[in-house]
């Protein structure tokens, strides 16, 4: 599937109807997904004929993307009902077989490194300090290949320094820095649109 | 929910040791035909727990796996396709997945499982 294909389907997909401020509820644009998992593939061969999981999925955004390139099984979890729900929609709309979880992703028990790869948008840690990092722990204990996942270009030091030496990453890489405006979608958020710089990173897991 | 899902988590409770596997109770299965890929069934085939796949496509109503198998096994199609479709094609619907040690059930509905914690159980 060609990149703008990809972008093109992941804009009509639903998002988040009444975001919740405490799960830092803001949806990953169908343009940043799309090259973060059309890298994963194309560059890293991380994504089809793989078991993806997508950590905090939301709407199912990059679970959806993971399967348009032909990832052979997804699972999304997330701990908000209301988000699974249309993220199954999502799913159903475009005939992807996707599995979602609700539960908290720090709470749930994976037999070991099952994953091949994990993508996700954690909370930033904005509400509640250190989720981020949080769950890159736990991808990093259940993926086999890679993870890949955002976090704020501010925070880069910190992130690689923790993987590696907290998390015993093989290695941290940080792909580019985007721009990611969240959209004006709560009220403590003066301007229309909050811009700010995100890393996108790929980590490589210890081998166990 | 697939049955590749079930063979990867465990219970998630405080304290259970023994959270694996997760016995299924089925009220609703749903089959979804998907394309069957020979490489990724042989890789998965390493990762599976077989006697908790067997365990639990029986409880999801699927009798056709061989309770014993090695990997001359995976050189039959007619052995690949009952994989391939236990695995990947049958989906629990509605039902439960219910913890070995403490009997605590998770319900799952419209193919969701609710594996939400109480305060106490994490
Ligand atoms: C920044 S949003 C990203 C949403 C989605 N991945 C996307 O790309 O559009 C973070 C998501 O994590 C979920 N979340 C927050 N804390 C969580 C937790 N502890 N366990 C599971 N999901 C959580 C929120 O409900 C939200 O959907």
Redesign the interface.
């Given at each position: 599937m060609k990149l703008k294909q990809l972008e093109s389907l992941l804009g009509d997909l639903q998002q988040f109807s009444q975001p919740k401020i405490e799960l830092e509820q803001y949806p990953t644009g169908p343009h940043i997904t799309s090259r973060m998992l059309y890298t994963a593939e194309n560059s890293f061969g991380d994504v089809s004929?793989k078991?993806v999981a997508d950590f905090g999925c939301g709407c199912g955004t990059l679970g959806v993307a993971a399967a348009l390139l032909s990832a052979?099984?997804v699972?999304g979890i997330d701990?908000d009902?209301e988000s699974?729900?249309i993220a199954?929609l999502n799913a159903e709309e475009l005939e992807l077989?996707l599995?979602?979880?609700?539960?908290?992703v720090m709470?749930?028990?994976?037999?070991g490194q099952?994953?091949d790869t994990v993508v996700m948008n954690p909370p930033f840690g904005t509400r509640q300090k250190g989720v981020d990092m949080d769950f890159l722990h736990v991808a990093l204990k259940v993926a086999s290949q890679a993870v890949y996942s955002l976090h704020k270009t501010s925070t880069r030091d910190h992130v690689k320094r923790v993987a590696m030496r907290d998390f015993n990453a093989a290695s941290a890489e940080v792909l580019c820095e985007l721009r990611y405006d969240v959209p004006k979608l709560y009220k403590f958020h003066k301007k229309k649109e909050v811009d700010i710089a995100v890393d996108l990173w790929r980590f490589v897991p210890a081998s166990h | 929910?697939?049955l590749?899902?079930h063979?990867?988590?465990?219970?998630?409770i405080k304290g259970v040791t023994n959270?694996?596997p997760l016995r299924i109770e089925a009220e609703k299965v749903v089959e979804?035909t998907?394309e069957m890929?020979a490489?990724?069934l042989k890789k998965?085939f390493e990762?599976i727990?077989w006697k908790a796949f067997i365990d639990a496509s029986r409880a999801m109503g699927y009798t056709e796996l061989p309770e014993e198998v090695d990997p001359t096994t995976l050189e039959s199609d007619e052995f690949l396709s009952k994989f391939h479709h236990a695995l990947?094609e049958l989906?629990l619907e509605e039902g439960a997945l219910v913890c070995p040690e403490t009997g605590r059930r998770f319900p799952v509905n419209?193919?969701?499982?609710?594996?939400?914690?109480h305060e106490d159980e994490?």
């Open positions: 004929n078991v052979e099984h699972v701990i009902p699974l729900e199954a077989y599995d979602f979880i609700q539960s908290n709470d749930l028990e994976w037999r099952i994953f | 929910m697939r590749l899902t063979n990867m988590l465990s219970s998630n959270g694996f979804k998907v890929n490489d990724f998965m990762k727990q990947l989906h419209k193919g969701i499982p609710n594996m939400l914690l994490v």
